[in-house]
């Protein structure tokens, strides 16, 4: 019976009653930070304010990395309306912290498949809680009959509109008192859904989280600093200077919310470098991959919060591709044309004087014989535009310089 109702339902809050019960369902996934649980928090206490029939917290979370999971646990067990907490659609996952709000819902439910478990710690902190002793330390996988034996679940649902079935006529203890849930009506077209409204976190709270997952973390940090490097040699802010910003941005945050191991930030920063020193002269030699090597490692210890939160090898592999890539052919094509002089027979003018066109840090450029050239030289040179300087030697596509001391 259940399972027709859950086919003839009609899914829409627009197209159930605008009156009487209402069911707001709060969709969270991804890793608990503070920004998502503040927000689960502020639906469940608009939920009481206003009477809802009941609020569905549909949660796919691998681990939490906010002690303020514990006040969301708090205003689950308080709430003044009946608070329903789901796993799924497989192939979610409720892990850490999203086990203690699990538990401390009136009724537990998750979809067949979905995977339960690593509930005795959670990452902020190394806090703790009481959980089920299966999942402790390991996962369990939701079957599709009765989950007593674990204790973890009260019904088994494979989708929001078979919850909604099974849940109507259900009796739940609410602060001291019985209620009876009204999940289904009847239509004029045969069953329907009471009313019920989708709550999803703001567009603004969703950019920031996207760099709570390693891999993620891994793409914007590396991104946002290679950009920045190439904005450095291609000499003026542009485009590229927005973009890199605004990856740093995304990354400053996911370096704020994770449990980092900051030496593994330090690898990276080395090896980015290491790449950009290399650059510098020339071209893309052994520094080069042996920098890439180093990124690689950082990029794949860069969290620590196993087994909730481990980096894709995979995904590292390709963000450090690209990243090479980036440095043997992008940045050479784009200085190449940005700096583009005839490079054949410069030996012969070592020796010879020229006046710098731009300021140099340590980069610029020089014109000598009515011909510009790219140029480098020491920081500690202090060469500005329309400094006269000296060809000391020849590195690669760039000539090395001096200032020309006064006579």
């Not at 009653?17 to 969709?27: F, K, R, S, T, Y």
């Not at 009946?82 to 796993?87: C, D, H, K, Y």
Request: proline content about 6%.
């Amino acid at each position: 019976m259940a399972l027709l109702a859950a086919f003839v339902l009609i899914p829409t809050s627009a197209l159930a009653q605008d009156d009487g019960p209402e069911v707001d369902i709060v969709v969270i996934s991804g890793v608990l930070d503070r920004s998502a649980i503040d927000f689960v928090i502020g639906r469940v206490e608009a939920a009481g304010d206003k009477g809802s029939e009941a609020v569905i917290i549909q949660i796919n979370s691998p681990a939490t990395v906010s002690d303020s999971i514990l006040d969301l646990v708090t205003a689950v067990q308080r709430s003044s309306v009946p608070i329903v907490v789901w796993v799924g659609p497989d192939p979610a996952v409720a892990y850490g912290g999203a086990v203690a709000v699990l538990n401390a819902a009136d009724v537990r439910a998750g979809s067949p498949g979905v995977e339960i478990g690593y509930a005795a710690e959670i990452q902020a902190g190394g806090l703790r809680f009481i959980a089920p002793e299966p999942i402790a330390d390991k996962t369990v996988t939701v079957g599709s009959g009765p989950v007593g034996a674990a204790g973890l679940l009260d019904l088994v649902a494979p989708s929001i509109n078979n919850l909604l079935v099974d849940l109507d006529g259900m009796t739940v203890v609410v602060n001291g008192g019985e209620r009876v849930l009204e999940t289904v009506v009847d239509g004029p077209d045969g069953l329907t859904s009471v009313r019920t409204i989708f709550w999803e976190p703001g567009i603004g709270t969703r950019i920031l989280r996207l760099a709570v997952t390693p891999e993620a973390l891994f793409f914007f940090l590396v991104m946002g600093l290679m950009i920045a490097a190439f904005e450095f040699y291609a000499i003026g802010p542009g485009l590229a200077a927005v973009v890199a910003s605004m990856s740093l941005l995304v990354a400053s945050y996911g370096l704020v919310t994770l449990p980092i191991r900051w030496w593994a930030i330090a690898l990276i920063l080395f090896g980015l470098w290491l790449m950009t020193v290399d650059y510098q002269r020339g071209g893309a030699g052994p520094i080069t991959w042996l920098a890439a090597v180093i990124l690689f490692v950082g990029g794949l210890f860069i969290t620590d919060a196993a087994p909730q939160l481990v980096p894709s090898w995979w995904v590292v592999m390709v963000v450090v591709i690209a990243v090479l890539l980036w440095y043997m052919f992008a940045m050479t094509t784009v200085a190449r044309s940005r700096f583009s002089t005839p490079t054949i027979g410069r030996e012969h003018m070592i020796g010879r004087h020229g006046t710098a066109v731009t300021d140099f840090s340590p980069l610029g450029e020089v014109e000598v014989d009515g011909a510009r050239w790219s140029a480098s030289a020491h920081r500690e040179a202090g060469l500005n535009a329309g400094s006269p300087v000296e060809i000391v030697g020849v590195d690669g596509r760039f000539l090395e310089v001096e200032p020309v001391e006064a006579e």
